[in-house]
């Protein structure tokens, strides 16, 4: 048994080098008062918190990450669904389609999004061909612009975790359930949505945690004009080269990731207690 901790130990050398080393210095830099790093205390953090600005970008950052999330739930579970329904030969083809976002490099979608909502784009280009509008509709750099941009960029990862918990779902639950009078909607509320809530925090997670750290997505289609913790903390390090503010958001915004992780698991464990009761 002592001997097994051996195959992990590249890995933990590793993540502890390249993942732990940098997140402790990036911690001890948040951690000076002053930008030329002579002087320890709190004061960057004090400075982030008493700043009603800076409150409002930690919350419209996360707010993205929850409205993202929604979006590919809504999105991602009808196209999970179609995949368990459909026959093997439709399988293959659907999960090609699924997985042909993570393909393309997300700075080359992301340019396809700006070029669609621009106001010479394919949209507004529609919405004027069909008399719907006079004038071009300002659809880029909005918060709806980013958040559609990313739904579609991440629907894959929620996508996924939900065809493998949907898959290895008992087809007999529905039929025993609907033997038993339920409706089809009843079904799948109380039986259906219980047994793929794993999948569902997994790709929950993966969408959150992707959505609030996507500086490229939030950057180009926000235009500049919309402030989100990556490119506030761009800002502060390479613009201003105020490094200990600039960590001070890094550290902030990984222990609000970590906390909506930290309740997410635990929602998860509850759930299953639910359901395995």
Same mark, same amino acid.
């Given at each position: 048994?002592?001997?097994?901790?051996?195959?992990?130990?590249?890995?933990?050398?590793? #993540?502890?080098? #390249?993942?732990?080393?940098?997140?402790?210095?990036?911690?001890?830099?948040?951690?000076?008062?002053?930008?030329?790093?002579?002087?320890?205390? @709190?004061?960057?953090?004090?400075?982030?918190?008493?700043?009603?600005?800076?409150?409002?970008?930690?919350?419209?950052?996360?707010?993205?990450?929850?409205?993202?999330?929604?979006?590919?739930?809504?999105?991602?579970?009808?196209?999970?669904?179609?995949? =368990?329904?459909?026959?093997?030969? +439709?399988?293959?083809?659907?999960?090609? &389609?699924?997985?042909?976002?993570?393909?393309?490099?997300?700075?080359?979608?992301? #340019?396809? +999004?700006?070029?669609?909502?621009?106001?010479?784009?394919?949209?507004?280009?529609?919405?004027?061909?069909?008399?719907?509008?006079?004038?071009?509709?300002?659809? &880029?750099?909005?918060?709806?612009?980013?958040?559609?941009?990313?739904?579609?960029?991440?629907?894959?990862?929620?996508?996924?975790?939900?065809?493998?918990?949907?898959?290895?779902?008992?087809?007999?639950?529905?039929?025993?359930?609907?033997?038993?009078?339920?409706?089809?909607?009843?079904?799948? +509320?109380?039986?259906?949505?219980?047994?793929?809530?794993?999948?569902?925090?997994?790709?929950?997670?993966?969408?959150?945690?992707?959505?609030?750290?996507?500086?490229? =997505?939030?950057?180009?289609?926000?235009?500049?004009?919309?402030?989100?913790?990556? @490119?506030?903390?761009?800002?502060?390090?390479?613009?201003?080269?105020?490094?200990?503010?600039?960590?001070?958001?890094?550290?902030?915004?990984?222990?609000?990731?970590?906390?909506?992780?930290?309740?997410?698991?635990? @929602?998860?464990?509850?759930?299953?207690?639910?359901?395995?009761?």
């Amino acid at each position: 048994m002592p001997r097994d901790w051996l195959l992990v130990l590249p890995l933990g050398l590793f #993540f502890i080098a #390249f993942v732990g080393v940098p997140l402790l210095l990036v911690a001890l830099i948040s951690l000076h008062n002053d930008t030329a790093m002579t002087h320890f205390g @709190f004061r960057q953090y004090m400075v982030f918190f008493g700043d009603s600005y800076n409150r409002g970008i930690l919350w419209q950052t996360l707010w993205l990450g929850v409205a993202t999330t929604l979006v590919t739930i809504v999105l991602g579970y009808p196209v999970a669904h179609l995949y =368990v329904v459909s026959p093997p030969h +439709w399988r293959r083809v659907l999960i090609v &389609l699924i997985l042909l976002p993570l393909l393309t490099s997300s700075v080359v979608r992301t #340019f396809a +999004w700006v070029v669609i909502l621009g106001n010479e784009g394919l949209v507004n280009a529609l919405l004027m061909a069909l008399g719907h509008t006079g004038q071009p509709i300002k659809l &880029l750099y909005t918060p709806l612009a980013v958040i559609l941009s990313l739904a579609q960029i991440e629907l894959p990862l929620m996508v996924l975790p939900l065809v493998t918990t949907l898959t290895s779902l008992d087809t007999r639950l529905p039929e025993a359930s609907h033997a038993l009078g339920a409706s089809s909607w009843r079904t799948w +509320w109380k039986i259906t949505v219980p047994l793929a809530m794993p999948g569902l925090l997994s790709g929950t997670l993966l969408v959150f945690t992707g959505a609030v750290s996507a500086f490229v =997505v939030q950057t180009l289609v926000g235009g500049g004009q919309l402030m989100y913790m990556p @490119f506030y903390i761009y800002e502060q390090a390479i613009q201003t080269q105020n490094y200990p503010f600039a960590a001070t958001l890094a550290v902030i915004l990984l222990v609000s990731v970590l906390l909506v992780v930290t309740l997410l698991n635990y @929602f998860g464990r509850k759930t299953r207690g639910f359901v395995h009761g």
